[in-house]
T-cell receptor
Framework: DVKVTQSSRYLVKRTGEKVFLECVQD?????MFWYRQDPGLGLRLIYF???????EKGDIPEGYSVSREKKERFSLILESASTNQTSMYLC?????????????FGDGTRLSIL | AQTVTQSQPEMSVQEAETVTLSCTYD???????LFWYKQPPSRQMILVIR??????QNATENRFSVNFQKAAKSFSLKISDSQLGDAAMYFC?????????????FGEGTQLTVNP
């Protein structure tokens, strides 16, 4: 089974802090994704990566950056955390190729910015 | 831009009954996939079922089936013989050509409650 592991289930940080959310997958997937999930808004794509050192902006990249130095790891960075970034963050990975390839998700990180 | 709409924020069903969750989408693409994902409380999001746009036959996975109406851009999920373990948030999602980076576009979600 594909395993996507997010480093923390719950995280509490303060406004202005630099926050790192880590995601690791063990199936050699080319594609990795970061979403945020908010009630009534579904999942919104922040950034994605289709190869090492490659990144693409999603729908809501403002206030975030990402890093993919190794194929299995995709990090989401909040450069200066703000209260409106309090949310559930989901990481996912998928194999490149056919459209039908599903995305596999981690358990999520519930981030609170105080 | 592609959009996915789930018009039912909440649904409930009695155990052993059948429930249908609605999803509509907007696209100008001809080749795409549609997915239903399930997110149980405090648990991982998992794929329930998927449908390729070119296939006319509706996909089925055990108690889960879809009603895919391509012309109407509708993709509903039917859960038969509902079980307590079916209680979850359900998301409809869409993916078009590979040039879009394999990204999924999600609907707002439908919270399903199963009553014993």
């Amino acid at each position: 089974d594909v395993k996507v592991t997010q480093s923390s289930r719950y995280l509490v940080k303060r406004t202005g802090e630099k926050v790192f959310l880590e995601c690791v997958q063990d199936m050699d997937h080319e594609n990795m994704f970061w979403y945020r999930q908010d009630p009534g808004l579904g999942l919104r794509l922040i950034y994605f990566s289709y190869d090492v050192k490659m990144k693409e902006k999603g729908d809501i990249p403002e206030g975030y950056s990402v890093s993919r130095e190794k194929k299995e790891r995709f990090s989401l960075i909040l450069e200066s955390a703000s209260t409106n970034q309090t949310s559930m963050y989901l990481c996912a990975s998928s194999r490149a190729g056919a459209l039908g390839q599903p995305q596999h998700f981690g358990d999520g990180t519930r981030l609170s910015i105080l | 831009a592609q959009t996915v709409t789930q018009s039912q924020p909440e649904m409930s069903v009695q155990e052993a009954e059948t429930v249908t969750l609605s999803c509509t989408y907007d696209t100008s693409e001809s080749d795409y996939y549609l997915f239903w994902y399930k997110q149980p409380p405090s648990r991982q999001m998992i794929l329930v079922i998927r449908q390729e746009a070119y296939k006319q036959q509706n996909a089925t996975e055990n108690r889960f089936s879809v009603n895919f109406q391509k012309a109407a851009k509708s993709f509903s999920l039917k859960i038969s013989d509902s079980q307590l373990g079916d209680a979850a948030m359900y998301f409809c999602a869409y993916r078009a050509q590979e040039t879009s980076g394999s990204r999924l576009t999600f609907g707002e979600g439908t919270q399903l409650t199963v009553n014993p």
